[in-house]
């Protein structure tokens, strides 16, 4: 790196005058060697004598004011990545955090300061990129905004949707519960009246029971008083056993009960059984044949014995 008096040659001063400049400077830097340079531009050269002695003193180390250039003031920070002057610490901060260089020593050549249209250009240009970045911040502010309007646009439309398919959803629940009640009051209504036609045929089935039953033991008196040979006869061949004895008797409340008991039960059971089913206490209530009638009372006698087998008819009284 150039040394400030050759800085200074190259720009053209004499040599005379740069070491009289550099000696009166005491070394403080190119910035200020110029400046006394352009303060004493009309002095009169310094004479040979004088620039000898004076280099004679600065070779033998007689003039005790003259400094190296190693012992001259820091006039300003250098970046050495870059070679860039800078005025000061903060500035070399400010360059650091922008450029990321960290290597920086100090410098004897001093910044000149800004003329004040320097000053006034400087501002210009600061103005101008405040406002370039101001238009910046706008535009990202801009992009931006579209960015986050685009996003709000399909996160709504996602939820219409999510909106729509649970109504969907909902409506097809609906449906299909509408649909499952349709059937089950289909299926309900069905065996009510499968429950009525079976309830209708079992009373047709009893009827027609009750009707032949009827009709039976007519039957069996007519052919007894119209045919008594023919008794005669099954007489003398023998009475027909039964097992059973189907007794239907006739409720004092109105309807009637039928059940099929054992010719061997005693009198006393049917009692037992109707007790049981009406709810009236045996003793409060009579049993009687209906053709012809007879109140049946002897109830330790079985029913083959009262010639209640294999059917017969009785009343409550």
Not at 298 to 309: C, F, I, N, T, V
Request: glycine content about 4%; proline content about 2%.
């Amino acid at each position: 790196m150039a040394t400030d008096k050759e800085q200074l040659l190259a720009m053209g001063f004499e040599a005379a005058r740069v070491e009289a400049a550099l000696k009166a400077t005491k070394n403080s830097g190119l910035q200020v060697a110029m400046d006394w340079l352009f303060a004493h531009a009309d002095d009169p050269l310094p004479e040979a004598g004088e620039s000898n002695v004076t280099a004679a003193a600065e070779n033998t180390g007689v003039n005790d004011d003259a400094i190296t250039e190693e012992e001259a003031t820091a006039q300003s920070l250098k970046c050495d990545d870059c070679g860039r002057l800078l005025r000061d610490a903060a500035a070399a901060e400010f360059h650091a955090v922008k450029s990321g260089h960290q290597n920086f020593s100090e410098s004897t050549q001093a910044i000149k300061p800004l003329t004040e249209e320097e000053k006034k250009a400087k501002l210009e240009e600061l103005k101008a990129k405040m406002a370039a970045r101001k238009e910046e911040k706008r535009l990202l502010e801009i992009e931006e905004n579209k960015a986050k309007e685009k996003v709000r646009r399909a996160t709504g439309k996602e939820l219409v949707e999510i909106k729509e398919k649970m109504a969907e959803l909902e409506m097809k629940k609906a449906a299909e519960a509408k649909k499952r009640e349709k059937e089950q009051d289909k299926i309900a209504k069905q065996k009510i009246k499968d429950q009525i036609e079976a309830d209708k045929k079992e009373r047709n089935a009893r009827f027609e029971k009750e009707k032949l039953e009827r009709h039976g033991l007519q039957a069996t008196a007519t052919t007894t008083a119209a045919a008594p040979a023919a008794a005669v006869v099954a007489s003398a061949a023998g009475p027909k056993e039964y097992s059973d004895a189907r007794i239907q008797i006739r409720l004092a409340a109105g309807g009637a009960i039928t059940h099929v008991f054992k010719s061997a039960d005693l009198l006393s059971v049917v009692y037992a059984h109707v007790s049981e089913h009406t709810g009236a206490a045996i003793g409060t209530f009579k049993l009687a044949t209906t053709f012809p009638r007879k109140i049946l009372e002897e109830q330790s006698k079985s029913l083959k014995e009262l010639g209640l087998a294999p059917s017969a008819s009785l009343a409550m009284v």
